[in-house]
């Protein structure tokens, strides 16, 4: 599995958290280990320009998701076949700004924002009410998993 993290945003991300994040959310969704994703930390600039390009709307967002090979999850006894699964585009100074509206750590915003962008990438939505509750009990589901992931790796 290839994980690649660029940031050009200039804000200081931990990076390693992101990795581990990812890999923890392919593991629980059953992606073929040689299944491919980029994550791109960009400004609010970058990211305005790609949301106007790509959605035509102004102003920048937190979180873009570009699929490639339209991949799904998959189940432990058939994982999703290798391929690429597409980009994610995050704007740490949206989602710092989103962080301290929601009173949490611009870190557990990027979390979020991560693997919501990751569940875009293989297929889920969010437009009707029904899809929503799927995708974002699935966040949520993943998002504990982790965390609980990331207490036991520090005790």
Same mark, same amino acid.
């Given at each position: 599995?290839?994980?690649?993290?660029?940031?050009?945003?200039?804000?200081?991300?931990?990076?390693?958290?992101?990795?581990?994040?990812?890999?923890?959310?392919?593991?629980?969704?059953?992606?073929?280990?040689?299944?491919?994703?980029?994550?791109?930390?960009?400004?609010?600039?970058?990211?305005?320009?790609?949301h106007l390009q790509w959605m035509d709307?102004?102003?920048?967002?937190?979180?873009?998701?570009?699929?490639?090979?339209?991949?799904?999850?998959?189940? &432990? %006894?058939?994982?999703?076949?290798? +391929? #690429?699964?597409?980009d994610i585009v995050l704007c740490p =100074?949206? /989602? @710092?700004?989103?962080?301290?509206?929601?009173?949490?750590?611009?870190?557990?915003?990027?979390?979020?924002?991560?693997?919501?962008?990751?569940?875009?990438?293989?297929?889920?939505?969010?437009?009707?009410? &029904? %899809?929503?509750?799927?995708?974002? +009990? #699935?966040?949520?589901?993943?998002?504990?998993?982790? =965390?609980? /992931? @990331?207490?036991?790796?520090?005790?």
């Amino acid at each position: 599995m290839t994980i690649e993290i660029g940031n050009e945003s200039g804000f200081p991300i931990d990076e390693t958290v992101l990795l581990r994040l990812m890999e923890h959310n392919l593991g629980q969704l059953h992606v073929s280990p040689d299944a491919d994703v980029a994550i791109l930390l960009v400004d609010e600039g970058a990211m305005e320009t790609l949301h106007l390009q790509w959605m035509d709307e102004p102003g920048p967002t937190d979180v873009l998701s570009f699929p490639m090979d339209e991949l799904r999850p998959g189940t &432990e %006894d058939q994982p999703t076949p290798a +391929g #690429l699964l597409g980009d994610i585009v995050l704007c740490p =100074q949206v /989602a @710092e700004s989103q962080a301290v509206t929601a009173k949490h750590s611009t870190m557990d915003e990027l979390v979020m924002l991560t693997t919501h962008g990751l569940l875009h990438l293989l297929g889920f939505d969010h437009a009707e009410p &029904e %899809d929503e509750r799927e995708m974002f +009990g #699935l966040q949520k589901e993943l998002i504990l998993s982790f =965390q609980t /992931a @990331e207490r036991r790796r520090r005790a």
